[in-house]
């Protein structure tokens, strides 16, 4: 119950600036759809991370998944 709750807000804090860039439409970028998708990719990874390997894993690896997500996303 309190993982599920951690994934929750870690998944709420890493969308909202997300939505912000995936309403700059005139643009036609897409960063913000993108990090909305990876944002979810990053979860289901975490979470399997955790389900397979224990929490110590988790603790190590969801940052360093969290920033290679975040250099693949496409530029601006």
Do not use: H, N
């Amino acid at each position: 119950m309190r993982q599920a709750l951690i994934f929750q807000w870690i998944g709420l804090a890493a969308w909202w600036p997300s939505l912000a860039s995936a309403e700059e439409a005139q643009r036609g970028g897409y960063r913000g759809i993108a990090s909305l998708y990876y944002t979810v990719i990053w979860c289901v990874l975490c979470y399997g991370l955790y389900d397979a390997f224990g929490k110590k894993a988790f603790y190590v690896g969801a940052p360093i998944l969290a920033l290679g997500i975040y250099l693949i996303l496409p530029s601006v």
